[in-house]
């Protein structure tokens, strides 16, 4: 990865520690209150490329109760998924790290992460704020959708990707 004066603007401001890890703050968050268990760290490696990328964000429903049923009912998602895992991994791993180091997740004993402490948010009134609340609802539904979903190797299966 890229030194941060490296880094183009625009991947620097989108794809920084502070929004990656709200974003999977709201999947963890949502993880744990519909499974009262941890997060598989395998699974947070798909929560930015499920949600970052608009046209499978569009996609995310909360009316659809089960991640099956929507791979299913949306297996166009599937086609460049894992390019956009590997390619979000590392800004995956940067905002854990991030996140642990500033408190706001733990490290379950089973080696899943849930939340310990709420992030403050700062509302902006800037032309991305709808898009980033946008991001924050559908990580949400899809930390849902993972408690219920199976094990990681049956997610990964599903989306057609190996961990």
Known sequence: MKPWHLRPQEVANLLNPAFCGQVLHAAVKAHVEASTGALPFPLSFLILPLV???TTRDTIDGRTKHF???ITDHEEVKVGFAAR???????TREAVMFLLQTGAFKMAAE???VTAKELKRIQRKVAQADENEAC????????TWLATAGSPSTVFASVG???
């Open 111 to 113: 080696g899943g992460l």
């Open 68 to 70: 099956q049923n929507w």
């Open 136 to 143: 924050l609802k559908k990580a949400a539904i899809v930390g």
């Open 161 to 163: 990707v190996q961990p």
């Open 85 to 91: 895992a590997r390619q979000t991994a590392p800004y």
């Open 52 to 54: 970052l990328h608009r």
